[in-house]
């Protein structure tokens, strides 16, 4: 059974940095590369970041190029997204995915995601 369980989101002020966790017990991320992906109150969910699981390569978003970084640690199935100078407009839930395509509408597994909220 696929579960990816978020950890790490809170209320933090303009400026300050959060980093979010994603575990997989499922070990889906052998098969689907791990993403971020985040969505606020009105939005579409929004591809933020993704990373081959060899940690080979990585993808951002613009809006957080520069400020976010997407990381794996293979001995814990679990993946990362260190965020730094955290915008107000960055306020959404994050959701972890594990997915080979960066449309929100075809990715193939979620986490339940988490909250961040960035206050000015």
């Known amino acids: 059974q696929v579960q990816l369980a978020e950890s790490g989101g809170g209320l933090v002020q303009a400026g300050g940095s959060l980093r979010l966790s994603c575990a997989d017990s499922?070990?889906?991320?052998?098969?689907?590369?791990p993403a971020w992906f985040r969505q606020a109150p009105g939005e579409e969910r929004e591809f933020v970041a993704a990373?081959?699981?060899?940690?080979?390569?990585?993808y951002y978003a613009d809006s957080v190029k520069g400020r976010f970084t997407i990381s794996t640690d293979n001995a814990k199935n679990t993946v990362y997204l260190q965020m730094n100078t955290l915008k107000p407009e960055d306020t959404a839930v994050y959701y972890c995915?594990?997915?080979?395509?960066?449309?929100?509408?075809?990715?193939?597994?979620w986490g339940q995601g988490t909250q961040v909220t960035v206050s000015s």
């Open positions: 995915a594990a997915t080979n395509v960066l449309s929100s509408s075809d990715v193939p597994y």
């Open positions: 499922g070990h889906i991320f052998s098969t689907y590369a």
């Open positions: 990373i081959t699981w060899s940690g080979g390569s990585a």
